[in-house]
């Protein structure tokens, strides 16, 4: 499996000079098996270049169907932002099937509540693309991609995604808040032996302890707990804080590595197997 990333920050996008080399665009990354299945979890500002990719591949092949499996974590803002501006969504030869943890006509009315007036000019339901709605159930399997999931700690509620194939295994674990000893055992169980665990990275820990607490985001040194504890042979952290430059992350990769040393900080446009 190709793993990307088209967005890291988390709350809201956050471009600038300071922060060029890791990205402001919002949670959005896409799964790539060698059999050509294509997954993408959460539908940030990053989803924006992801879906301009997607229509220009099924240009170059004849203006082939296009068909994108969304699996959304939850639907706040940053995750969600994005949507409105996927290519695929306003094309008639596309098909979007949309997972989540909630029940179909609710997930359907929470995105149709962001794609209407006055917010945005057109209707999801009048977008032309084929879209579907399906609640995530456990022995999920779509393009050989086995799909598991378990409940995160955050307001509102959220979901953890692990994605298998080929002996590999991909969890994305962002917007989760650590329990106060310990790590999240459903969470600690789902990463077992991951791949890469992808971790909610939007606060330092002396962020989280100042004011923090119940916010429903972690650090940098829980993700490295978590990932010692369920054995992941990878750490990437991800989601931070519009507050952090780059210079900022450099700093918390470093720290983390200290700890745990095979972490990676994600950016946009990194590509892993």
């Known amino acids: 499996m190709e793993l990307e990333f088209w967005g890291v920050r988390g709350t809201m996008p956050s471009p600038g000079p300071e922060k060029v080399r890791y990205g402001g665009h ?3 990354t896409s799964v790539r098996t060698a059999e050509g299945a294509t997954l ?12 301009t990719r997607l229509m220009t591949e099924a240009g170059a092949a004849g ?15 940053d995750h969600i932002i994005g949507l409105p501006l996927f290519g695929p969504l306003f094309s008639p030869r596309a098909s979007i099937t949309f997972y989540s943890a909630a029940e179909p006509e609710a997930a359907e009315r929470y995105l149709g ?20 709605f399906k609640k995530v159930i456990p022995g999920l399997t779509i393009g050989g991609i086995q799909i598991s999931s378990c409940p995160l700690i955050h307001p509102q509620g959220n979901v953890a995604y692990r994605l298998e194939f080929g002996g590999q295994r991909i969890v994305s674990a962002t917007d989760t808040e650590h ?7 459903k969470l600690a169980d ?15 820990p002396e962020e989280y302890a100042a004011g923090r607490k119940g916010w429903g985001h972690s650090t940098w040194l ?15 952290l991800s989601h931070y804080s519009p507050d952090h430059s780059d210079e900022r992350v450099d700093g918390i990769l470093a720290a983390a590595r200290a700890k745990f ?3 990676s900080a994600a950016s946009q446009g990194l590509k892993l197997r």
Do not use: W
């Open 26 to 28: 919002t949670h959005c």
């Open 40 to 51: 993408v979890i959460d539908a940030g500002t990053g989803i924006k270049d992801l879906g």
């Open 63 to 77: 203006d082939a169907p296009v068909n994108v499996v969304l699996l959304l974590t939850h639907f706040h803002i």
């Open 113 to 132: 509540g962001l794609m209407t007036g006055p917010y945005f000019p057109v209707d999801l339901e009048a977008t032309p693309a084929a879209k579907r």
């Open 179 to 185: 329990p106060v000893k310990g790590v999240d055992p």
């Open 190 to 204: 789902l990463s077992a032996g991951a791949t890469h665990l992808i971790y909610d990275a939007t606060f330092t």
């Open 222 to 236: 829980a993700g490295t707990e978590l990932a010692a504890a369920a054995g992941a042979g990878h750490l990437v």
């Open 261 to 263: 040393p095979q972490t």
